[in-house]
């Protein structure tokens, strides 16, 4: 007797095959295809991407750790954590405010050619970036990456505009190529990764357009990178330097990037 034929879903239908690695290119196509689909029908073209450690906490999530050291005595080193922390919110404030202030001035441009700010869609400076450009009430791009810790979709980030990838790349690339400017707050591996990548990638010319590179937290950077140390060891040159811009204070890195925006992008 012949067996009752079966539904079989269309390839493209089958979660078999599509998570296999023979579809792998499939998946790397789709995290192509449809950022770009999405940004094209919400005209997202230029975006100001903002780097910097999922780990610094909001003023709340301070506030929550001061009261939780308070429940118990804490260690010498849980002192020196909570006073470390606190200095490093600094920085989650200053992000928002910034993100606010350009989203801003990006919404009054006249013709065509607004800024959209971007993050990592992540916590911490990440979340600062998207809550800032919120409170502004602009679009803001979240491009997160499925991580076994940290990472996870912040509240701030538009909805349709809020992106989850599997390759870390492919998520690089949608950073790089929208990006006019790149603001990088203080983080680590990640944050470095994403530095040397784009310091990289502009050095070698394989980034040709004028983009801005402000670091952040100029007692921070370079106390953590010793440039003049690369410098003299010859594995970079004083030029070199020149693709980037330190800066210590929000009034400071929003002067200089509108005004190199305009410049470059909007005169």
Request: no cysteine; glycine share 6%; aromatic share 16%.
């Amino acid at each position: 007797m012949l067996n009752k034929p079966q539904n079989v879903p269309e390839s493209y239908l089958n979660p078999d095959f599509i998570t296999s690695s023979e579809a792998r290119p499939i998946r790397i196509l789709s995290e192509y295809l449809h950022p770009a689909k999405v940004f094209s029908q919400h005209k997202i073209e230029n975006t100001i991407v903002f780097f910097g450690s999922a780990r610094i906490l909001s003023p709340l999530g301070l506030y929550q750790y001061r009261k939780q050291m308070e429940r118990k005595i804490p260690t010498e080193k849980e002192i020196r954590e909570l006073e470390t922390s606190r200095k490093m919110t600094g920085y989650y404030k200053d992000a928002v405010k910034l993100a606010f202030l350009l989203t801003r001035w990006s919404k009054n441009i006249k013709k065509k050619g607004k800024f959209f700010m971007a993050s990592g869609g992540g916590p911490g400076i990440m979340e600062a970036a998207n809550r800032g450009a919120h409170y502004a009430k602009g679009k803001t791009v979240g491009l997160n990456i499925e991580l076994p810790f940290e990472q996870h979709p912040n509240p701030y980030i538009t909805k349709e505009l809020s992106f989850d990838f599997n390759y870390f790349f492919m998520r690089k690339y949608w950073f790089i190529y929208l990006a006019k400017a790149m603001l990088i707050f203080p983080g680590g591996f990640g944050t470095l990764d994403e530095l040397t990548e784009l310091l990289t990638l502009v050095q070698t010319r394989k980034v040709v357009k004028p983009i801005p590179i402000v670091l952040y937290g100029t007692e921070f950077w370079k106390s953590v990178i010793n440039f003049d140390k690369l410098i003299e060891y010859g594995m970079i040159s004083e030029e070199d330097m020149n693709y980037l811009y330190f800066s210590q204070s929000v009034d400071e890195a929003f002067q200089y990037l509108t005004e190199f925006l305009e410049k470059f992008y909007l005169s």
